[in-house]
């Protein structure tokens, strides 16, 4: 049976990333806050919208890219990554719990000159290749996979 972690966002950054190296293995990690909102309509039939923070974080060649384009808070943001949970214990003895985007993609979509963008203008940068300028277009995505879905788990 094949399995998906796949998380894809577009938002808002809510704080400048913040770049350091890891205390195990030394490697560079980026964390930052995404902001998405979302609309619904309430029991009233009025419409609301309720915003998001995801827990955004990138490691080695991804994190120098974020750190080089002057990414900061306020920019727009596509992400693609996988989502990851992890536990620890505070100083306190308590088991502290925290949920993460583990970036591999992100492309920023803030455009050059409005909302204090990088002079490099858009960006984007996967995992498998080099950073690349945008081609002033929004992310491609696969077709989707042909099949009767009767091997999903629902």
Known sequence: MAYLNKVMLIGNIGKDPEVRMSQTGGRKR???SLATSRRYRDN????KEQTDWHNIVG???IADIVEQLGIRKGMSLYVEGSLTNRSWT???GQKRYATEVNMDTFQLLTPRGQGGAPSAGQGSYNQSNSYAPAQ?????????????GDDLPF
């Open 44 to 47: 009233n039939g009025e419409q």
């Open 136 to 148: 002033n277009s929004a992310p491609v995505y696969d077709a989707p996979m042909d099949g009767d």
């Open 30 to 32: 980026v964390s930052f």
């Open 90 to 92: 505070d100083q306190n």
């Open 59 to 61: 490691w080695g060649k």
